[in-house]
Every structure is written in structure tokens, then in C-alpha cells.
């Protein structure tokens, strides 16, 4: 989920321009980290837009049943030339991950994710993310009804009446 929202704001934000340049080893090592690590994998934030997407054309009750498999194509095809033949994962990796990371440090990354534990890391981190945002929302959820009455509490008490 993360990595779909990431990708939606990348998505408007095209227009960025980097201002941090980075060796060409560097570069490489950012590419072969994106690659290990599944960051230029977008199956799953092209399945995100078209549900998305879908739902959106949903309100109208008669959805022609074509609509999804064709939504499904186009989508997966505009996301592949906006986000990977263009090189823009790319460019977003060498702007952070050059960044923040050192060779070395990016080095040490990409052999973890070639370990096993790094494949699995890989494999169950879309599943763990959803979990995650899933539990995170059900919590706030359960909060509301705290921060409403207390909230209302401190406004009564400064005269501010709903």
C-alpha cells in the first residue's frame, strides 16, 4: 500500500527535477538495490490504480463488463511507459536512495535482499504493509469516539458549543 501511494503521488509529481547529481556506480547500485528489493515491480500499485479506477467508473450501475480487462491493460501499459521504460523509479531511487544511502551502505542492502530472508522480505511485504494499514485504520477507527468526547469536553469548557 505504501509503495501504491507512493507511486500515485510520483505519478503527479512528474515534473520533479532532482538537484542532487550521483556517480554512475552509484546509479547502478541504486538500480540493482530497486531491482533485488521488488521497487520496480508494479504489478501490485497497477492493480491499486485499476481497482481504483474501476470503482470509480462503478457509480455508473450499467459498467459495461469490458470495461475491466480493458481499465486492467491500458492502465498496466501507461505505467510501465510512466514509471519504468522512461526511467522515472529510476530517477526517484537515485534522488533518495542516493541520497540518504552510501555505496557501501547500498552495497550491504543489495546482498541482503539476495539472502533468503531479503527474497521473503520481498515476497510478504505488500501482504504485511496491507495488514498493517488494515490494523492501523481499524485502531483509529476504535478511537474516534474517545477523541469525540473528549475534544467536545474541551470545547464545552472554553464556551465553544456544536
Known amino acids: 500500500m505504501i509503495k501504491t501511494i507512493l507511486l500515485l503521488t510520483l505519478f503527479t509529481l512528474s515534473q520533479l527535477s532532482f538537484a542532487e547529481e550521483i556517480s554512475e556506480e552509484k546509479k547502478l547500485i541504486v538500480d540493482e538495490f530497486?531491482?533485488?528489493?521488488?521497487?520496480?515491480?508494479?504489478?501490485?500499485?497497477?492493480?491499486?490504480?485499476?481497482?481504483?479506477?474501476i470503482t470509480l467508473l462503478a457509480q455508473n450501475k450499467n459498467l459495461d463488463p469490458r470495461v475491466v480487462p480493458i481499465a486492467e491493460d491500458e492502465i498496466a501499459i501507461i505505467m510501465q511507459e510512466l514509471f519504468l521504460?522512461?526511467?522515472?523509479?529510476?530517477?526517484?531511487?537515485?534522488?533518495?536512495?542516493?541520497?540518504?544511502?552510501?555505496?557501501?551502505?547500498l552495497k550491504d542492502m543489495v546482498a541482503f535482499y539476495k539472502t533468503p530472508t531479503g527474497k521473503k522480505m520481498v515476497s510478504v511485504l505488500p501482504k504485511l504493509e496491507t495488514d498493517a494499514l488494515s490494523i492501523g485504520e481499524a485502531h483509529v477507527a476504535s478511537l474516534l469516539p474517545v477523541v469525540r468526547k473528549r475534544l467536545m469536553n474541551r470545547f464545552r469548557g472554553v464556551g465553544i458549543v456544536f
Not at 35 to 52: A, C, F, H, R
Not at 85 to 105: C, H, M, P, R, S
Open 34 to 53: 530497486m531491482q533485488v528489493s521488488g521497487e520496480l515491480d508494479i504489478e501490485i500499485p497497477v492493480q491499486e490504480l485499476t481497482k481504483t479506477f
Open 85 to 105: 521504460d522512461n526511467g522515472f523509479l529510476n530517477e526517484v531511487g537515485y534522488a533518495t536512495y542516493g541520497k540518504y544511502f552510501t555505496i557501501a551502505e
